[in-house]
Structure formats: structure tokens, C-alpha cells
């Protein structure tokens, strides 16, 4: 069982930044894939990036390469996004999210656990 808690979000001017935190309770998390997924009103839910469990890959969505950044920190069950270059298009509500499958996925189907959400809102 993993429990998440999303924090960090709120109001940035576009070409801003803000650093999400995903803290996570459980003793699964070292061995979990995580990714932060978001979700814009009225729109499904959309891969943003995913991390595997050692850190040592990760995955992009082409809107948001080049300019976010995911990590995590095992040792404190964290895992975090900074996202620079902040564009209007990227408000939502920013979900993390893990699962627990031997392989890495973009489909919400493949997670497990979810976090609450955080808001996420960048004006222009």
C-alpha cells in the first residue's frame, strides 16, 4: 500500500516556475514507478512524466520535455517536478501517482495509487 501527498502548487506568471513535491508513505515506494499525471477542467487526465524506481530512467510528454524535470528521493520517498518555462496551457491539477508493475506506462490504467492533486494555475 502507498500513500501520496502532493504539494507545491499554485499561482505563477507564464515563464515561471514551481517545484511540485510527492511525498509517499508505504513500503513499496523504493520499488514503485512514479510519474505525475494532471488534468485540465474538462479534459481527460494526461501523462506528464514518470520516473522508474532506481531513477535511472525517465519519460517525457512532448509538451513538457525540455522544460520539467522529474526526480525522486528514495531515501525520503519523495519525488518532485520542477517545471520552468511555465506556459498557461500547463494549468491543471497535477496528480502523482505510482504503480507497482515491473514496467513503465503512460496509461492511468497502469497506476495503483493516486494523490489528491495539486492546483497548478499559470496566468499570461
Known amino acids: 500500500q502507498v500513500q501520496l501527498v502532493e504539494s507545491g502548487g499554485g499561482l505563477v506568471q507564464a515563464g515561471g516556475s514551481l517545484r511540485l513535491s510527492c511525498a509517499a508513505s508505504?513500503?513499496?515506494?523504493?520499488?514503485?514507478?512514479m510519474a505525475w499525471f494532471r488534468q485540465a477542467p474538462g479534459k481527460e487526465r494526461e501523462f506528464v512524466v514518470s520516473?522508474?524506481?532506481?531513477?535511472?530512467?525517465?519519460y517525457y510528454a512532448d509538451s513538457v520535455k525540455g522544460r520539467f524535470t522529474i526526480s525522486r528521493e528514495n531515501a525520503k520517498n519523495t519525488v518532485y517536478l520542477q517545471m520552468n518555462s511555465l506556459k498557461p496551457e500547463d494549468t491543471a491539477v497535477y496528480y502523482c501517482?505510482?504503480?507497482?508493475?515491473?514496467?513503465?506506462?503512460?496509461?492511468?490504467?497502469?497506476?495503483?495509487?493516486w494523490g489528491q492533486g495539486t492546483q497548478v494555475t499559470v496566468s499570461s
Open positions: 501517482a505510482a504503480s507497482t508493475r515491473r514496467y513503465t506506462s503512460r496509461s492511468t490504467y497502469d497506476y495503483d495509487y
Open positions: 508505504g513500503r513499496t515506494f523504493s520499488s514503485s514507478t
Open positions: 520516473i522508474t524506481w532506481s531513477g535511472g530512467r525517465t
